[in-house]
């Protein structure tokens, strides 16, 4: 590999065509045909410069989602990610300078506010996008559909974090009330995603933990949370579409519970929670591991050690299966182009 900024910071090129198998493959925790990439989203900036000739059709109301399909088919993915637009629980957080409180926000503090708050109807969201979508894929790709934040997300962003801890004593009934309002309607969300052809799999995004523990005791998550997302995968299996679970945090504690809950694969790691080598090591028999490389480690490192990093863990995976390679949450616009180029770099140059 070159030595050059200049080099490391040019958009790697993809020689292969999209063959959603490979990941398929992986997450069936089996060998894919080629080294394979995983990804849940990139940012404004890499969209734009992974697709330069994308056109953006004034008036087209999927047109950022079509500029990601193109973005992730330059890129080297099988698939594009996608969630369905009008469908989202109602909240007052606001965001600021890129950072919020999970304490802010809460519409829901007991059951008055519960009786008038307006619950998003899942039937009415705008699943046409998924035909859209579907008619500019390249042969061999697939969409993967997520959601609007998960079920204990969208709980602490209509209640509030403090608020539903509170409440957990004070008043379990209306936090039941409350989980079973939001977990239905994500089931049924899903129920409706995943039935669509050319839906390859589904994620199912909500974060869970800090950085040492569970954001509820691991008590209140099996009492109030993991039976909703058993629920989910329950509708995308019966479709017959694997299930993603992207959570952040701590999860030592509950490995058991995500082998109950039925996932087919788990993306989000961090060296200071556990490094994703050791997670392979770990749990691969369980459930696929996906991405994995560090954020934090992206950012701080040069593009060699993040490409090298990259080329261990391919080649530690290698013959095993169940093992796609990406960061450990995401690409957000601080993480250098760089940096992500150098990891991508180690799969498409095998291509």
Sequence with gaps: MGNHMTIWNQVPENKSEPDFNNLQSVLAREVPGRPTLFEFFLNDKLYRRLAPAAQLEAGDPYAVPRLVAQAFYHAG?????????????????????????????????????????????????????????????????????????????????????????????????????????????????????????????????????????????????????????????????????????HSCGHFERIIDDLEEIGIDARHSYEDNILPVEQAYELYHHRFAILGGIDLDFICRSPPEKVYQRAKALLEQTLDRGGYALGTGNSVPDYVPDEGYFAMIRAVLETR
């Design 77 to 245: 993915y099988d698939y594009v990610n996608v969630q369905i637009p009008g469908f989202k629980f109602p909240s007052e957080r606001v965001k600021v300078e890129q950072t919020v409180s999970i304490n802010e926000g809460g519409l829901i503090s007991d059951r008055e506010s519960f009786e008038v708050y307006e619950w998003p109807d899942p039937e009415i969201a705008d699943y046409a996008i998924l035909d859209a979508l579907a008619k500019d894929l390249l042969q061999g790709m697939k969409l993967i559909g997520y959601g609007p934040g998960g079920v204990l997300e969208n709980v602490i962003e209509i209640v509030g974090y403090e608020t539903l801890c509170y409440m957990l004593a004070d008043d379990p009934e209306l936090v039941d009330a409350v989980f079973n309002e939001v977990g239905s309607r994500l089931v049924r969300y899903y129920q409706i995603v995943a039935s669509h052809p050319e839906i390859g799999a589904c994620i199912d995004n909500d974060d869970w933990g800090f950085k040492t523990q569970t954001m509820l005791s691991p008590k209140h998550m099996r009492q109030y949370v993991f039976p909703w997302h058993k629920r989910i995968v329950e509708v995308v299996h019966d479709a017959g579409k694997p299930v993603i679970l």
